[in-house]
């Protein structure tokens, strides 16, 4: 069961595997059950979380089996929640790209925001386009979120200039990428083309690039005022674990 799941993770196209979590969400819990770890997203807890990632980059116990939550997403969901006006400002203006579905409903209910979601092929998008050129007008959105995107992206200071342009003056955006902090400056090789080595070297086999150290200077370049959430100066250690932080990781906050 277990090399049936890695091989659908890491084989099927994104939009097939969105539409199969309908239906794996409703058994994985069931499977699951247990109080060991918990997500703070569904606020629902279990015996662990299911692995995730490619074969160069796989993670156990990251998961969320009910609302397919993974690290990085819990760890936004409690900046937003506890450190920003996200769910308290009265109105917000969000522009989200390749919409998480963790997060893509909760935030459609939420009456504070008009919420609209972008992507080039994802079925739960409600526009399409290429995040190189946003068919949208500057300074529009008060929120932007564009996670796990820009190291897919063949111009990612185009990309980001971009997600600038649309930002109002006074808003923010989270913009999560995989990142080695052992790099001190971002990698990037346009002679490796093939999957497998793209997988070995940027550690997915869809990626183009591998960010360092340095991240935050791209986002500096292309406009943003760059600020750090760093999660172990809010939550004790016995939170991280339990909701499966992704340990030492630094969560940037985008601002214009």
């Known amino acids: 069961m277990k090399k049936i799941y890695s091989f659908l993770i890491n084989s099927l ?16 819990p069931i499977l699951y059950k247990g109080d060991k770890v918990e997500c703070p997203v569904c606020e629902k807890s279990f015996r662990k979380f299911l692995s995730y990632g490619s ?10 089996p009910y609302d397919l939550t993974l690290e990085r997403h819990r760890l936004m969901w409690i900046y937003l929640k506890d450190h920003s006006n996200f769910f308290t400002a009265a109105k917000l203006e969000v522009l989200h790209i390749a919409p998480e579905q963790c997060f893509h409903v909760l935030f459609k209910k939420q009456n504070n925001l008009n919420y609209l979601t972008g992507d080039l092929l994802s079925p739960i998008a409600d526009i399409h386009f290429d995040l190189h050129e946003i068919p949208l007008e500057d300074n529009k959105f008060d929120v932007v979120f564009c996670n796990h995107v820009l190291e897919h992206v063949t111009d990612a200071h185009q990309c980001m200039s971009e997600l600038y342009r649309v930002m109002k003056p006074g808003g923010f955006g989270i913009f999560q990428v995989p990142q080695d902090t052992n790099r001190e400056e971002t990698y990037e090789d346009w002679s ?5 080595e793209r997988e070995k070297h940027f550690w997915q086999y869809d990626h183009v690039r591998l960010f360092g150290k340095d991240y935050p200077k791209w986002l500096e370049k292309a406009g943003f005022t760059v600020t750090e959430f760093i999660q172990e100066e809010h939550l004790s250690d016995a939170q991280i674990e339990r909701y ?13």
Do not use: M
Request: charged letters at 30%; glycine letters at 0%; proline letters at 9%.
């Open 244 to 256: 499966r932080l992704p340990k030492k990781e630094i969560l940037y906050i985008a601002s214009k």
């Open 13 to 28: 196209p994104r939009p097939i595997l969105i539409r199969l979590s309908y239906i794996f969400k409703k058994i994985a």
């Open 55 to 64: 074969k160069v980059a796989s993670r156990d116990n990251v998961l969320c």
């Open 192 to 196: 490796i083309t093939s999957p497998e």
